[in-house]
């Protein structure tokens, strides 16, 4: 286990497990206290890293499944878009997501935003 999630790195595949971005890798601080998993000395990592990478995670599930057609899915991924939360912000795609949710007759208004 070289880093956050396991090695296996391949990207696309559901549950697959990547390093995050500028976080630490487990073996980064060998010598420091922490703890092991099997023989390898693991260290914690930040929270805030791992709240990083399962917003991705989030917004790559929810864009997958927006993308199936699921409509409260396309209105969730507008929103996403439009506060950058697990993505850049693109106020572009985001409009063009909530537009998908309601021409399919979503009007959810105030949960994830109002269309």
């Known amino acids: 286990m ?14 697959s497990k990547r390093p995050l971005e500028g976080a630490p890798t487990a ?3 060998q010598g420091a206290p922490g703890y092991t998993y099997g023989e ?9 890293y ?13 864009h997958a499944e927006a993308a199936r057609g699921d409509v409260k899915q396309q209105a ?6 439009a506060e950058g939360y ?6 572009k795609a985001a409009q063009e997501w909530t537009d998908r ?3 399919r007759g979503y009007r959810m208004k105030g949960v994830y935003c109002e269309l």
């Open 2 to 15: 070289a880093s956050l999630g396991g090695a296996s790195g391949s990207k696309g595949s559901k549950g």
């Open 27 to 29: 073996l980064s601080n």
């Open 40 to 48: 390898v000395p693991v260290q914690p990592v930040p929270l805030k």
């Open 50 to 62: 791992v709240v990083q990478e399962a917003v991705k995670r989030w917004f790559e599930d929810t």
């Open 76 to 81: 969730l991924l507008g929103q996403m878009y």
């Open 86 to 91: 697990g993505c850049e912000k693109d106020d």
């Open 101 to 103: 949710a309601a021409a």
